[in-house]
Structure formats: C-alpha cells, structure tokens
C-alpha cells in the first residue's frame, strides 16, 4: 500500500495551500518550528553538494494537511510521522535529482511552462484574496459584486476533446509505444521579468487592491492572518514583505510541483519511446478479462451488479442482455420537482383520477425549462426534440450523428453524469437501476437488438425532469475467451498481433468520446509502472546518501 501512495503523496505535498488554518500540532516560536529532523547532503552536478534540512515546521504541516491519507493506508502514530518523513525525504531527493537534470539539459523548464508557473500564483493570490473580500462584503453588510472575479464561476461542463498520451507505432516489424511528452509547443513570451516575478506579482495584485475600500480591508485581514501564522519566527512584520513570502510560498509550491511532474515525465520515455511493452499492454487486458471471466462464471449477481454500476471493473461481458444509450435531461425546477410529488401523492391518495394525473404529467412535461449551457430559452422540451431529430436526419456515419448529439447534450442537457466519461449509461433488456418510464423509452430503442446508433426516443417524463434518449449500441467484448485455459492476447504470429493492436488502437470505451482501450490501459500502467520505477530508482538515489534522522526532535509530536 506504501508504494502505491508513495508518489501521489510526494507530489501533493508540493500543492498550493491557500490558506493555514489547521493546527493539530502546535506551531509557536521560531526555534521550536526550525529545529532540524532530517539533514543530508546531496551532490550537484557540479560536483559539490547541497545541504538539504526538514525542519519541524514542514513535517507538521505535511502530517496537518495528509493526515487522514495516511491513516486511510494503515498508519498512526508514530508509524505514521516517521513514513511522513520519509516522504519528505523523497521529495527532497526527487527535487535535487531534477535540479541536476536541469543543469545538465535532460530536462527542460521552457518559458510556457514558467508562464503558466507564475500566472498559477497571481490567480491563487487573488483567489485568497478573494475569500477575505467575500469576509468583508458580509461583515460590512454590503450588497456588491465581488471585485476579484473578472469572469463569473461557469459551472457548466464542456466537452474535453481526448488528449492522447501515447501511440502505437510499428518499428521495424516491432510494436513499440511512442510518447506524446517530447512535443514541442510555439514559445510564448514570459508574462513576468526573469527572477522579478514576484515583486511584478504583488504590484499587480497591489494595483488592485488600491482601487478600493473593500480590497484594501480585505488585504488587511490576508496579512493579519499570515503575519499571526508566522509569529515566533523572527521575520519582518512589515505588510508588504509580509505578503511577498505568501507569494514567493505559493510559487515554490507550484514550481515543486511542475518540477516533480517534469521528474516523472522524463523517466516514462526512453528514446522517445515508452518504458511501457506492446506485450505489458496486452498481458494486463488478457488478465483483466480472464479475471473477470472467471469471477463473473460462478457469480451471476456480481456480474448484474457491476455491469449497471461499474463498467469500467468489467472486463468481460457474459452475454448480449445489455446496451448503452445517453440522454438528454431537461430538469425540473425544485418547485416543479415538488408539484409533481405532490401530485403523486394526491394520486395515491385518490383525490385525483389516474388520467388526471398522467396529464398533469404531460403538462408539466411540456412547461419544462429548456436551458443552453444554464440560461433560460424560449426552447420547449417538443422543439428540443424536432431540432435534434432534423439535424440528425439522413446523416449515415456515425461520428456526424455522436458530434451532433454530443453538440445538444453539453448545451442543453441538466445531467452531469454523462459528460466525458468513459463509459455511458447502460440498461438491461430486463435488469436496469435507471427509473422505470427511462428503462421503458431505453429497450424501446434497443427494439430487440435491431436499434440503430442515433435513433431517439420520444420525450420520457420521469422525476427528474424530460429525458430525450439517444440510442448507440450493445454492450460487447473487443475480444472472446473460447479456452480460458489458453486465451492470450500476446502472440508472436505477427499477422494476429497486427491485428489484436489495430484492435485496441481502434476501440472506443464509449462511442461517445475518444479514449480508446489501449489509452485506457497504457494510462493504468504508466502510473502503477512509474510507481514502481520511483521506489526503485529513490532507493538507487539515497544509497550512498547520509541521511540523519533526528528523532528526537519531533518525539513530542506523538
């Protein structure tokens, strides 16, 4: 379990804490915090060395923030700091080691990526400051916009074209996996002066604060904060300088972070080409699908359960008794939604006729709100439905038929559960855990296995709101288990590897979005394989380190 958190937990220690504000541990004078834990020296590429020190200050605040991460992994107590220091310890050591890669032109650190570094760091500045001026708008009692925000929060979800990490290439009568991680990007100019980009940072953030009362107190009560968190530590009280360490903290915790993404890009390519085997790929869907084959042989209701809930674990379907569909939701308002409870009710109890009801349904139905991307139009659910259909008329290929429908379903639809995913809603010609009048419109699609991708349901009135159903296809295997005791998708006749790759190069988890089977699974065996190359490499890196321990120096903390 260590080695699977190991790197997650190095890389979300170098994450922007915007505010500080937990406190398990004391944090009270300046020798206190600063007394040293861990000490080593590590050499540089120039053939000196750098003397790195943890202080107690960085294990308690790393333990506040990953606390409950670690007890989740089986660690308390004592157990639990001394793996919080040796993740520290990691860290450090990854940092260093990317450090001397830099030097040594291994890796790059491009002006596109210090731009976005530093406009990372005025945008969490002004998000920080931005809650205080929220604080003040309403202990003043005041009835403003907030100031900081140049654009409104947009809730909406957007379609997110696929972005492919790597590809399957054929070298030499050999698969082999080439990376997308060496691609060069248009250099942009740098938004800020070299090594000034912080005074340019808070005389931005200054400038706008100047321009108001509320920013002004806001800011004020930014430094009162930070200023009482760094009480004890002998540093400069004036506000100015006060808030340049806030920023100078935010940027280092964004650099450490771009820093360790850089260090982790750099060991998952060799030559261009992924650490990553064709043959990896194609043992770990072989496993996954006799796993699942053989799970799903002796239980029945486990296999129904998963495949309506958790595609994704599913990796053999046993039969052709399920089919995908996506929709469309117009929802009802919280009012609407209550008018059609109570209306139930009234049926249930008999003051209404069940006539009565099903077209107080209908009307209901028809007086939904149509919305396009959160704001009200004139649209009804029925003129939805008659656009949908006229753009989807004679259209034969599949793709302009998805684009057409995924075009309406991030504009118009109020359900979230179906954008970008991986895999779409699935119903079950007699078991579904959809709403009944939704499983009806669904299998009146599916029409015994004789629908067709693009066909779309008349409007569906459930509790929710009015559902336009849009039908894809059944729910089947890329590849058949005819003899569990042999399946293989790894061959040597180059003739059915070729084809076994175009296979899942070209499959789709959903016919609705990109991702293919192949990304899917290069995507779970570059995180768990660079995992795994990262305790082994640090274990090469701290070798012929003296690390000291000091443990004495944060006994009290448990």
């Known amino acids: 379990m260590f080695k699977k958190i190991a790197l997650v937990l190095v890389c979300v220690f170098s994450c922007v804490f915007t505010l500080s504000g937990c406190s398990l541990f004391p944090l009270d004078t300046y020798t206190y915090l600063n007394q040293v834990v861990v ?32 007890e989740q992994s089986g660690y308390s107590g004592k157990q639990a700091l001394d793996q919080m220091i040796q993740l520290l310890i990691n860290k450090q050591v990854i940092l260093a080691e990317t450090e001397n890669l830099i030097t040594k032109n291994k890796i790059v650190v491009t002006d596109n990526m210090l731009n976005e ?51 399957l290439v054929k070298v030499e009568n050999e698969w082999k996996i080439r990376t997308f991680n060496t691609a060069i990007e248009p250099t942009e100019p740098l938004s800020y002066e070299r090594d000034k980009e912080i005074e340019t940072i808070f005389q931005a953030v200054n400038d706008r604060v100047d321009a108001s009362n509320v920013l002004k107190e806001a800011f004020k009560r930014y430094n009162k904060l930070l200023k009482s968190n760094e009480q004890g530590m002998g540093l400069s009280d004036k506000a100015d300088e006060i808030f340049e360490r806030e920023i100078a903290r935010i940027y280092n915790n964004i650099k450490e972070n771009k820093l360790i993404s850089l260090y982790s890009e750099y060991y998952e390519v060799k030559n261009g080409y992924s650490i990553i085997s064709v ?22 209701v486990a296999y129904e359960n998963d495949i309506l809930s958790t595609r994704e674990n599913v990796w053999y379907v046993m039969d052709d008794d399920y089919f995908y569909v996506s929709h469309i939701l117009i929802s009802y308002s919280d009012e609407q939604k209550q008018d059609l409870k109570d209306a139930e009710e009234l049926y249930k109890s008999k003051g209404i006729t069940y006539e009565a009801y099903q077209n107080y349904k209908a009307k209901l139905a028809n007086s939904a709100v149509v919305k396009e991307y959160g704001v009200d139009t004139n649209l009804t659910p029925a003129q939805l439905l008659t656009n949908l259909r006229a753009d989807l008329s004679g259209k034969t290929d599949a793709v302009d038929k998805i684009n057409i429908f995924n075009d309406y379903l991030y504009k118009y639809s109020g359900d979230n559960g ?30 015994n296995g004789n629908g067709k991708l693009g066909d779309t349901s008349e409007m569906t009135a459930t509790e929710y709101g009015v559902h336009l159903l849009f039908y894809i296809e059944p729910v089947t295997n890329a590849f058949t288990i005819t003899n569990p005791n042999s399946f293989s998708l790894a061959t040597s006749n180059m003739e059915e590897l070729d084809e076994i790759v175009n296979t899942i190069n070209t499959t789709k988890l959903s016919q609705m979005y990109e991702r293919t089977i192949f990304d899917y699974v290069y995507e779970k065996l570059i995180t768990d394989s660079f995992a795994e190359f990262e305790n082994m490499n640090l274990s090469i890196l701290k070798a012929d380190l003296n690390i000291l321990i000091y443990n004495n120096n944060y006994a009290d903390l448990f």
């Open 418 to 447: 179906n954008k970008n995913k991986m895999f779409e809603y699935i119903v079950g010609t007699e078991k579904s855990k959809m709403v009944e009048e939704f499983n009806e419109s669904a299998r009146a699609l599916y029409d």
């Open 279 to 300: 043959n990896e790929v194609l043992n770990y869907i072989s496993a996954q699908m006799l796993a699942s084959y053989s799970q799903y042989t002796i239980d029945s």
């Open 117 to 167: 570094m530093w406009n990372q760091t005025y945008k969490a500045v002004v998000k920080n400051l931005a809650e205080f001026e929220a604080e003040v708008i309403k202990s003043w009692n005041l009835h403003v916009p907030s100031e900081l925000e140049t654009e409104e929060d947009d809730e909406n979800i957007y379609y997110e074209p696929y972005e492919k990490q790597a590809e």
């Open 39 to 70: 000490a080593f020296d590590y050499p540089t590429s120039a053939g000196d060395s750098k003397n790195i020190k943890i202080v107690k200050k960085d294990v308690i605040e790393a333990y506040n923030n990953y606390k409950s991460t670690l």
